[in-house]
């Protein structure tokens, strides 16, 4: 029965005919024909909008593989993180490209798992107007759908939600990743700047004895050239004295 008092009745099966349609017999016999025609618009109003809500499942289910195989390959990327199984470098490239799928997915099918979820507030709103009562021995519409159609939204509504915290998960591993290849970056550059250092140090070093050897070469010649110097004006002193002396006599 619908309404505050029960002036309506409300009867289907959600059951498709050969013909693709479904029955939903509604009677109304103390109302005006205006309600009568509002209330008919209901059923077909949420029938509808239940239809449209349900697209989302048959793409829900077709991804439960794909999240299962996914899930399962992002816990042996984990467990090769933690043991360091292989090069970080190497393994970097399954996390990207286990991001890169499951986000084509999200890509792909976010919307249709947003507007199911849409369209079930709508059909939750829908059935919270048609103010049922039960008929002896019979199930409200509310009843059925509770039964059947909230476990098909439920579906989509983990679906949508192991796809985003797979995501989330993806992300964190591949960001562990990159922050120890970064780390490992770090530390051969760490060492590649200390032997830069160390080549400085023995290039300074021999800078500094070819310096040393250069003024100490130099020192000797012109120690020798003014000892020659100093030879040749000793020389040429007693040379002049001796003709000086030559003279004189």
Do not use: C, W
Not at 86 to 114: C, K, M, W, Y
Not at 146 to 175: C, H, N, V, W, Y
Not at 216 to 236: D, R, W
């Amino acid at each position: 029965m619908l309404g505050r008092n029960g002036h309506s009745y409300a009867v289907t099966d959600f059951q498709l005919r050969p013909d693709g349609f479904e029955r939903i017999v509604v009677a109304s016999a103390s109302t005006s024909e205006t309600r009568a025609g509002r209330i008919a618009a209901r059923p077909l109003e949420l029938e509808a909008y239940r239809m449209m809500a349900l697209r989302g499942l048959p793409i829900a289910r077709s991804l439960l593989n794909m999240l299962n195989l996914a899930e399962r390959d992002l816990a042996r990327i984990t467990s090769e993180i933690q043991r360091s199984a292989r090069p970080d470098q190497e393994l970097l490239e399954e996390p990207t490209a286990l991001a890169a799928q499951v986000e084509h997915i999200i890509a792909e099918n976010g919307s249709r798992f947003s507007a199911s979820k849409a369209y079930q507030g709508i059909v939750e709103a829908r059935l919270l107007e048609l103010r049922e009562s039960p008929i002896p021995a019979t199930q409200t519409i509310g009843e059925f759908l509770k039964r059947r159609f909230a476990p098909a939204m439920a579906t989509i509504d983990a679906t949508a939600q192991r796809l985003a915290a797979l995501s989330q998960r993806i992300e964190r591993a591949g960001g562990l990743l990159r922050t120890r290849v970064d780390i490992a970056l770090e530390e051969q550059n760490q060492q590649l700047l200390a032997r830069l250092n160390r080549g400085q140090e023995v290039q300074l070093q021999l800078q500094s004895t070819v310096e040393g050897l250069s003024v100490a070469a130099i020192s000797y010649y012109v120690v020798g050239l003014l000892y020659y110097l100093a030879k040749e004006a000793e020389v040429e002193g007693e040379r002049r004295g001796g003709m000086g002396g030559t003279r004189t006599g």
